[in-house]
C-alpha cells in the first residue's frame, strides 16, 4: 500500500466552488468557510496556492510551521502535508491546479521545478512579498479569480498565462533560487537525483544504488550534494524518509508496526531506533507531540 493513502487526501474534485477537473480559483474566506473541515493535517493531489490579504495565526507546512500575515503566499506541491490554526478575519485568494494544468500548454514538463518556491522544500514555499510586489500581484490574483468565472473559450489559457506571470515576478524580486549558479550539467543531475529519492526512496536507500541508475560514481554524486546543497547524498535520502515517517505517524489509525512495514524497515525496533537518531524523539513522542 502506498504511502500517500495513510494520511486524508484532498482532490480537486472534492472541492467545490469556480471549478473544472484541473483547477479550482476562490476567495480564501469563502474556501475556508466551505472547507473549515481541512485545518487537520491533510495532503493535496494538486498544486496549491495562497495569498493572505488579511488574516493571522500559523499554518504548517510538512511539519514547519509559520506565522501567517498579509501578503504572504505559500506554494505547495502534491503530496506534502500541511494544517492551518487562523486568528482574527483571514482572506486573500487560493489556486488550486492539477499536475497536468500546465502540461498542454508549456513544452517543458518540468518547467515549474524550476522556480524554487516550487521545489517541496517547506521553507523555499512561503514567500512574504515585498512591499513594491504586494499591490502588482494581488492584481493578477485578483484578475485570475475574475477571468476564472468567464464562460469563454481561452479563460483557462488566460489564467495560465496570468498564474506564469505572477511566479516570473515572485520569483524576479525574491532572487530565492538556490541553484543559479550550477553548471547546467551538474544541475540536471541533481534534478535527476532529487526525482529518483522521490520515487524510490522506500526500496533504495544507498546512494551507490542512486549513482548506479545515474551512471556516475557515489562520490561524485556525494560531493555534487555537499557543494551543492549543504548535505550528502546520504541525508537526502536519510531526510526524504524521515519526512515520510513524519507524515505518515500523523495518521492516529496506523500503528508504528505498519509505518515500519511500509517505510521497508527490518523491524519495528530498527525503525524506532532510526528515527530517535535523528529526531532526538520516538515515533510515539513525536505523534502525541503532533497530535
Known sequence: ?????????????NLTDFRD?????????????AHHNLIKPHRHTFYHLLLFTKGG?????????????????????PGQVHSWDFAGEVDGYVVN????????????PDYLETFSFFNGIAEDSVVNLSAELQVPVAKIFEEILQHSTHNNTFRWDI?????????????KHTHSNKLPSIPFFNYTLLKNFQKLVEKHYISLKRPMDYAELLYITPNHLNALCK?????????????????EAKRMLVN??????????????SDNSYFTKFFKKYEHITPEDFRKKSS
Open 21 to 33: 477537473d484541473d483547477i479550482l480559483v476562490s476567495r480564501f474566506a469563502e474556501y475556508l468557510q
Open 159 to 171: 489564467v495560465r498565462v496570468l498564474l506564469l506571470r505572477a511566479f516570473l515576478e515572485i520569483d
Open 1 to 13: 500500500m502506498s504511502p500517500a493513502n495513510h494520511i486524508p487526501i484532498v482532490d480537486i474534485c
Open 227 to 243: 557543494e551543492h546543497l549543504g548535505i550528502t547524498a546520504g541525508e537526502v535520502i536519510r531526510n526524504r524518509v524521515l519526512l
Open 57 to 77: 495565526g500559523s499554518h504548517t507546512i510538512d511539519f514547519s510551521s509559520f506565522p501567517v500575515q498579509p501578503y504572504q503566499i505559500y506554494f505547495m506541491v
Open 252 to 265: 492516529q489509525n496506523l500503528s508504528i508496526s505498519e509505518i515500519s512495514y511500509t517505510l521497508n524497515f
Open 97 to 108: 491546479f492539477s499536475t497536468s494544468f500546465f502540461q498542454s500548454f508549456l513544452l517543458r
